[in-house]
């Protein structure tokens, strides 16, 4: 399994690719503001554009997800060219991302724009993510639309869940991957039970097609729904990087580090 860090600040990209744990990058709107914020906070001046491409150099050779923000499916299009063309110079690694279908509630209409947008891309040869999928179908629509990657968002449906079930919750709890019982009734999202069960669900239709198109599980929130997305088949897992640290994490290993350098006889340390 890939995994992708999902932000858009340089100082964790340039982290995770010094330490060369890193597959590639997810960035979204609201991930893009958090870093501008940041920038500002800071008192910088550089521009987007070049922040965009720093972090696009630094991942040089892994694809990097920028996403569209038009509502329809022309919009999308175009924006989605716009960018490949300003961006995928740079280092040759920009995938576009497209929602599945960009419809507010209530608006009628939209309701094949994603994938609309989806095949105009392919047919340039734009690699897409399709993002903000939340049922295996959205999913499969997506990849018979062409779509490189598609992006269901698993932490989203947990807390989508607990909301329903008026379950109190932090944001990086772990999530049970079979679901919430109540009274003998399991709760779900029209058939989904859990964030890893969305993603479960979705590789195993894929299977049963040979569809190619990888499944990136997102919205990732704990290192353990990670290992349940690969133990469920995802092709990668974008998650941010205080789960990506987590990953890499556990009590007993620092114990057993604190123990082994006590325990470092002088001798031992003559020699190396
Ligand atoms: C994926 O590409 C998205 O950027 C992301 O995983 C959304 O995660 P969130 O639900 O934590 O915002």
Known sequence: ????????????????????????????PSLVKKAVDEMKSRGEKASLENYIKRALT????????????ELEAKGMVKQGKTLYKKFNPTAKNVYIKIPVNPQFEGEKGKEFDGVIAIKELRKAKIPVNCTLIF??????AAAKAGANFVSPFAGRIDDLLRKNSGVEFDKTDYFPAGGIVEEDEQKSDN????????????????RNYGIKTEVLAASMRNARQVRECALAGADIATMDFGTFKEIFS?????????????????EFKKLV
């Open 135 to 140: 049922t295996p179908e959205q999913a499969l």
């Open 58 to 69: 630094i991942a040089k050779g892994t694809p990097v997800s920028l996403e569209v923000t």
């Open 191 to 206: 058939g989904i039970v859990s964030g890893v069960d969305l993603v479960a669900q979705t590789v195993q239709i894929f």
């Open 250 to 266: 556990h009590k007993l290993t620092m114990d057993g580090m604190k123990k082994f350098t006590q325990d470092t006889p002088e």
């Open 1 to 28: 399994m890939k995994f992708f860090l999902d932000s858009a600040i340089l100082g964790e990209i340039e982290t995770v690719y010094a330490a060369g744990v890193c597959d590639g990058i997810t960035m979204n």
